[in-house]
């Protein structure tokens, strides 16, 4: 069955920090494709990144980039020089429309 | 470009009353998708169409919940009756295409049942 682990409900990190919010997958198919999406309290979800299965390079959006480490199935997102408008909630979702729980993250002034 | 749009953004019914959310999404998407967002939790598919087509209801509860893409463009969510447990966030997404292709999301409609 497909599934999304986020294990991190929460994090606190101070401001112009690097972040790491954890992702792991599990699917049997060959080909999939892994998003990460961050949703603020106002409620819509926005699009960040995606990561195909067979993309050669790790994706890269701005302060955003995906380790992803297809062996170990997993997807994490990293937030370079985190800012006080990076709190929200984030989640992983892969091309089968599973989604994760989701991490809170709040960045400390 | 205007984003996928929703109405009404917030509704509290009593239970048992029936509601409808409407979602327009965004011009030329042949892929629209219907989530429900609990508190605290991501979001959970009901139904994605592909044009006017349901391809993927496998999650929506059709004893109460029924969904219709008229021409391909607009969609609405029914639920009737509802029940207390139906309160959440009604997401809608679209995108040019299914599989890989990037979902652009809606504000959502905050269902309060009482």
């Known amino acids: 069955a497909q599934k999304i682990t986020q294990t991190q409900p929460g994090m606190f990190v101070q401001e112009k920090e690097a972040v790491t919010l954890d992702c792991t997958y599990d699917?049997?198919?060959?080909?999939?494709?892994l998003f990460w999406y961050k949703q603020p309290s106002s409620g819509e979800m926005i699009f960040l990144i995606y990561q195909g299965s067979y993309d050669q390079q790790n994706a890269t959006e701005g302060r955003y980039s995906l380790n992803f480490q297809k062996a170990r199935k997993s997807a994490n997102l990293v937030i370079s020089a985190s800012q006080l408008g990076d709190s929200a909630m984030y989640f992983c979702?892969?091309?089968?429309?599973?989604w994760g729980a989701g991490t809170k993250l709040i960045i400390k002034p | 470009e205007a984003g996928v749009v929703q109405s009404p953004r917030y509704k509290i019914i009593e239970k048992k009353q029936p509601v409808a959310f409407w979602c327009n999404p965004i011009s030329g998407h042949n892929t629209l998708y219907w989530y429900r967002q609990n508190l605290g939790q991501g979001p959970e598919l009901l139904i994605r169409y592909e044009n006017e087509e349901a391809v993927d209801d496998s999650q929506l509860p059709k004893d109460r919940f029924s969904a219709e893409r008229l021409k391909g463009v607009d969609s609405t969510l029914k639920i009737q009756p509802a029940e207390l447990g139906d309160s959440a966030v009604y997401l809608c997404?679209?995108?040019?295409?299914?599989?890989?292709?990037?979902?652009?999301f809606g504000p959502g409609t905050r269902l309060t049942v009482l």
């Open positions: 699917t049997s198919d060959p080909s999939y494709g």
């Open positions: 979702a892969m091309t089968k429309l599973i």
């Open positions: 997404a679209s995108s040019k295409r299914g599989g890989a292709d990037t979902q652009y």
